[in-house]
DNA sequence: TCTGGGGTCCTAGGACCC
DNA sequence: TCTGGGGTCCTAGGACCC
């Protein structure tokens, strides 16, 4: 496809700007949001902590040692999912094709809205301007070519900035830049590249180096390597199905009693069949996370027999992976995960629409019976309510 | 100062079926 | 008696991102 004009919108500090929001008093100060435990971490840092040179994933104390005035507020994530939902919504007045990325990011393809605005930059203006009037936040947007280009120009100029990046550009823009820049390059490889000369983004372009650095970092760099060069092929995705979710926690000492594990993992059970069933969500995979004193870390995972939310059987299966696979050293963090989900209401919604589009061309049962075999744990007929109007 | 919690995607070997 | 290629599922592990 040529010709295509993506936009990345990024909240800055989102979680920060949303406390901001909410207590105008934090206004100006230092500000992060982080847990209130001993072992916690920075989540996001307002830009007046980021003065300081506190940062995401930083250690609280550390932050605090850094910036003893720091103001540290404990998340409040509905209003952060609300927020986020409001920030979506406007985005989508302006094209329907959005991809959300994370609770406070997206892409937007606008290469047909764009040609309504005299200067190309118009409509990243005009959007900028809004979000941060009728919304409150602070954005920055990079444009480019495809998603990877607008990503990395969204980060170019922060907060509230607004940069392009064109093909043509990116030797003098995006290749002087670290390769510590790089999205999809991470701390793991810094290292092994930089020690072999892979310094900038430049170098992971260059053909010379593609050889040494597929052997380096295997097959997965071969999707970097064209990003360097501006030659992301990947689309938009609007199939927003979450794939997993999960309860985890940090202990605030270290535990080896097998009751006060039993306790911690009937808690996460719980917690996580509490979201599942708010959120009409059932798995068939469930998975126990381990971490050990040592940061040695151990992720088991079986496939139950039935798609499942409930809490007893979350915790008894979490249980019997532990037991089969716990080693005896000192736990600093547990985790459960339910993977492999469905939703039925979900799934009954699409089984309407493919009624809809299917039944001139095959009997209705042909397509229940497809259906059903396709949606596991219900089990439609003819005479189901829901689809006796479609 | 001492390292969170929530996710996604990819790879790879072995089992099993056709 | 010796032996294929393809497809899917299961589990473990790892890198990466916000």
Redesign the pocket.
């Given at each position: 496809m040529a010709g295509r004009v993506l936009f990345h919108i990024d909240l800055n500090s989102f979680y920060a700007s949303a406390e901001v929001l909410k207590n105008s008093a934090l206004e100006g100060l230092p500000v992060v949001v982080a847990?209130l435990h001993?072992?916690?971490?920075v989540?996001t840092a307002s830009y007046e902590a980021r003065e300081f040179g506190v940062h995401?994933?930083m250690?609280l104390?550390?932050a605090q040692?850094k910036c003893p005035q720091l103001v540290v507020v404990q998340g409040d994530y509905s209003w952060y999912e609300e927020l986020s939902e409001r920030f979506f919504r406007f985005v989508r007045q302006f094209s329907p094709y959005v991809e959300p990325?994370?609770?406070?990011?997206c892409y937007v393809d606008v290469t047909e809205v764009i040609k309504q605005y005299k200067r190309p930059l118009d409509l990243a203006w005009t959007m900028q301007q809004r979000i941060y009037q009728e919304l409150h936040l602070p954005c920055s947007i990079g444009v480019g070519p495809n998603k990877f280009l607008a990503k990395m120009a969204s980060d170019m100029r922060k907060p509230m900035g607004i940069t392009v990046l064109r093909k043509q550009e990116i030797a003098a823009k995006l290749w002087p830049l670290s390769i510590t820049e790089?999205?999809?390059?991470?701390?793991?490889?810094h290292p092994t590249l930089i020690a072999n000369g892979i310094t900038t983004i430049g170098d992971l372009a260059n053909p010379d180096n593609e050889t040494k650095i597929m052997t380096l970092l295997g097959?997965?760099a071969y999707s970097s390597i064209q990003n360097a060069r501006g030659n992301d092929t990947n689309v938009l995705s609007f199939n927003t199905t979450?794939?997993?979710?999960?309860?985890?926690?940090?202990l605030d000492r270290d535990i080896e009693d097998y009751d006060e594990i039993k306790t911690v993992l009937r808690r996460l059970a719980k917690a996580l069949s509490r979201r599942a069933q708010g959120d009409d969500l059932k798995g068939r995979?469930i998975s126990l996370s381990i971490r050990y004193f040592d940061?040695t870390?151990?992720?088991?995972?079986?496939?139950y027999q039935d798609y499942t939310n409930d809490e007893t059987i979350l915790f008894e299966q979490a249980l019997l992976l532990f037991d089969r696979?716990h080693n005896g050293k000192a736990i600093r963090?547990l985790?459960i995960g339910l993977g492999s989900l469905f939703s039925r209401n979900k799934s009954i919604d699409q089984l309407q629409l493919e009624l809809k589009e299917h039944t001139a061309k095959d009997s209705i049962s042909d397509v229940l019976d497809r259906l059903n075999a396709q949606i596991p744990g219900i089990h439609l007929t003819t005479a189901d309510k829901k689809l006796q109007h479609s």
């Open positions: 847990g001993r072992r916690s971490v989540s995401s994933a250690p104390m550390m040692e990325a994370s609770i406070d990011e790089m999205w999809g390059i991470g701390k793991k490889s097959k997965h979450v794939q997993s979710i999960s309860q985890s926690t940090t995979h940061f870390n151990a992720v088991r995972s079986m496939s696979n963090h985790g």
